[in-house]
């Protein structure tokens, strides 16, 4: 059954990412994005874009997997370390190591695909 409550959809969305269904991950997300405001927005889209850039890379696609990762760096960048739950910088660090890898023409491999672990209470 599909959570109906965007709190719901949310935690999917994290459960869909930390099971490598990034796609999926990024569709949940954007059913919350669609209906959001500011600063939520930003956010959202921020890991919707990380989302879709693992999606990318498992698609074979590092190129566009690099430039979704500095896309979705940049919009979460003004966000708190912890937001929604979400241990924030675990995500963000995680994200920039991959980008600069990816852009070295490196491949980190999927034994490194990142979780986003819960923010610390």
């Not at 409550?5 to 099971?19: A, M, R, T, V, Y």
């Not at 949940?28 to 600063?39: G, R, V």
């Not at 190129?63 to 919009?75: F, I, K, Q």
């Amino acid at each position: 059954m599909e959570p109906r409550e965007p709190s719901d959809k949310f935690q999917h969305g994290i459960h869909l990412f930390n099971n490598r269904r990034f796609f999926d991950a990024h569709e949940t997300w954007e059913e919350i994005w669609l209906q959001s405001a500011e600063p939520e927005k930003g956010f959202l889209q921020g890991i919707i874009q990380i989302a879709a850039a693992f999606h990318h890379y498992l698609r074979g696609n590092a190129v566009g997997s690099c430039s979704l990762l500095n896309a979705g760096l940049r919009r979460l960048a003004n966000c708190p370390a912890d937001f929604r739950g979400m241990a924030l910088d675990s995500l963000r660090q995680s994200a920039r190591e991959w980008a600069d890898l990816l852009a070295e023409g490196n491949d980190p491999g999927l034994a490194r695909l990142p979780q986003i672990d819960r923010a610390r209470q």
